[in-house]
């Protein structure tokens, strides 16, 4: 498969131990793996917010709320490397912000040892960044990082333009936009260039989901590994923005499965189809999902097989974008004890269903929240004809 990630090797001491590259049959960030092999939730993931600066504000945006000019001291990273040690079955880290890379003070004293750490234990590593800024910062990450996560919902750089400062609050003018589009393009060619699966992912929103084949296209000219596509759902910062149907989300899935490069590894998540629906045409295409080449569904990892950490606070969440208060704090408590108490919540144990035979371990909260908020999916169970 040409999508085969080169970066596999973790290194005990001298010695290389080679990983299962990343493929559509090796998602480790998919919690269905380690709920298959644990017979339960585990905790194998460990998502961090490292800053809350963003030189650009999406109309999108899942944390636009919390972004600020200036940020307080974050907590020692010697402290969260030493609570990611303790975490038994840890397989993915995940570092996202705000841009996680604005500060190079970050980046290399909290996201190079992060990157390292992981490293050094075979876990592997995502960041989540919109490459605008200069190179160097991403080459300094780019020996030891898996995964770099891209949003990219445009078909030009006007749309970036508009879409990416929409909510800057002053003016920017559509020269500078198109100045750091094209950086955009280069930095994720680079790295790709430098053994770093580029994952670009696009919302199927109400402005993509028609032109959701060009963008696909677009993002196969650039090289990426991977089209990582979720529907836009209204978290806080984007709740103003026009929500599109269930009918418009699966049209535009199936626009993208007729027109998509097939050599391209593609990645659905946050679906709100599920094979225990009444509805026989989001059933089908699931069914069509599951047998396309190169096609994977992740189930959703917020509070499956992953938390959040503020680095800030050291506050842990479900997710970086929840309304869910946090349940707890580094300082204090061990991250699978904090999982654990999770995982006793009734918000968790309100979606935490399991059809094995589809593959699936149930909807998302924001999902479930605004498409099924009455339905029991402890009563459902996967149709498959
Ligand atoms: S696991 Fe839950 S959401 Fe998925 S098919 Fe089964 S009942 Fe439906």
């Given at each position: 498969?040409?999508?085969?990630?080169?970066?596999?090797?973790?290194?005990?001491?001298n010695?290389?131990?080679?990983?299962?590259?990343?493929s559509?049959?090796?998602?480790?960030?998919?919690p269905?793996?380690?709920l298959?092999?644990?017979?339960?939730h585990?905790?194998?993931?460990?998502?961090?917010?490292?800053?809350?600066?963003?030189?650009?504000?999406?109309?999108?945006?899942?944390?636009?709320?919390?972004?600020?000019?200036?940020?307080?001291?974050?907590?020692?990273?010697?402290?969260?490397?030493?609570r990611?040690?303790?975490?038994?079955?840890?397989?993915?880290?995940?570092?996202?912000?705000?841009?996680?890379?604005?500060?190079?003070?970050?980046?290399?004293?909290?996201?190079?040892?992060?990157?390292?750490?992981?490293?050094?234990?075979?876990?592997?590593?995502?960041?989540?960044?919109?490459?605008?800024?200069?190179?160097?910062?991403?080459?300094?990450?780019?020996?030891?990082?898996?995964?770099m996560?891209?949003?990219?919902?445009?078909?030009?750089?006007?749309?970036?333009?508009?879409?990416?400062?929409?909510?800057?609050?002053?003016?920017?003018?559509?020269?500078?936009?198109?100045?750091?589009?094209?950086?955009?393009?280069?930095?994720?060619?680079?790295?790709?260039?430098?053994?770093?699966?580029?994952?670009?992912?696009?919302?199927?929103?109400?402005?993509?989901h028609?032109?959701?084949?060009?963008?696909?296209?677009?993002?196969?000219?650039?090289?990426?590994?991977?089209?990582?596509?979720?529907?836009?759902?209204?978290?806080?910062?984007?709740?103003?923005?026009?929500?599109?149907?269930?009918?418009?989300?699966?049209?535009?899935?199936?626009?993208?499965?007729?027109?998509?490069?097939?050599?391209?590894?593609?990645?659905?998540?946050?679906?709100?189809?599920?094979?225990?629906?009444?509805?026989?045409?989001?059933?089908?295409?699931?069914?069509?999902?599951?047998?396309?080449?190169?096609?994977?569904?992740?189930?959703?990892?917020?509070?499956?097989?992953?938390l959040?950490?503020?680095?800030?606070?050291?506050?842990?969440?479900?997710?970086?974008?929840?309304?869910?208060?946090?349940?707890?704090?580094?300082?204090?408590?061990?991250?699978?004890?904090?999982?654990?108490?999770?995982?006793?919540?009734?918000?968790?144990?309100?979606?935490?269903?399991?059809?094995?035979?589809?593959?699936?371990?149930?909807?998302?909260?924001?999902?479930?929240?605004?498409?099924?908020?009455?339905?029991?999916?402890?009563?459902?169970?996967?149709?498959?004809?």
């Open positions: 498969m040409n999508m085969l990630h080169t970066q596999n090797n973790q290194y005990r001491g010695t290389a131990i080679q990983l299962a590259p990343l559509p049959v090796n998602d480790p960030w998919d269905i793996g380690s298959s092999r644990y017979g339960g585990r905790l194998t993931s460990v998502e961090m917010t490292v800053t809350n600066l963003c030189n650009m504000r999406c109309e999108h945006c899942a944390v636009g709320d919390t972004l600020v000019m200036a940020e307080p001291d974050k907590i020692p990273i010697g402290e969260m490397i030493r990611l040690e303790e975490v038994e079955h840890l397989e993915t880290i995940s570092i996202t912000g705000g841009e996680p890379t604005f500060s190079n003070r970050t980046v290399k004293e909290y996201m190079v040892p992060l990157l390292q750490y992981a490293r050094s234990r075979g876990v592997r590593s995502q960041i989540n960044s919109n490459v605008t800024l200069p190179y160097s910062r991403y080459e300094q990450l780019a020996p030891f990082l898996d995964v996560h891209i949003s990219f919902n445009y078909t030009s750089a006007e749309d970036f333009h508009q879409i990416g400062f929409a909510k800057a609050g002053h003016s920017v003018s559509l020269e500078a936009a198109a100045k750091l589009y094209d950086r955009m393009i280069d930095n994720a060619q680079r790295l790709s260039d430098a053994g770093v699966l580029v994952s670009a992912e696009s919302m199927i929103n109400y402005r993509t028609d032109k959701i084949d060009e963008i696909h296209q677009l993002i196969v000219d650039m090289g990426c590994q991977r089209h990582e596509v979720h529907p836009m759902y209204p978290s806080s910062f984007a709740k103003d923005l026009p929500v599109i149907t269930r009918e418009q989300m699966r049209r535009s899935i199936e626009l993208l499965l007729n027109s998509r490069d097939s050599n391209v590894w593609m990645l659905f998540g946050t679906l709100p189809f599920y094979q225990c629906s009444d509805n026989k045409q989001e059933r089908d295409l699931l069914t069509r999902l599951a047998n396309e080449r190169n096609v994977t569904v992740r189930n959703d990892p917020d509070g499956r097989n992953r959040n950490v503020n680095l800030f606070s050291g506050d842990v969440f479900v997710t970086d974008f929840s309304d869910v208060p946090s349940f707890g704090n580094i300082a204090d408590s061990r991250l699978d004890e904090l999982f654990d108490r999770w995982l006793k919540h009734p918000l968790a144990q309100g979606v935490n269903c399991h059809c094995p035979a589809a593959s699936c371990c149930g909807p998302n909260l924001l999902v479930k929240d605004m498409y099924y908020k009455d339905v029991n999916f402890h009563m459902r169970s996967a149709i498959l004809e």
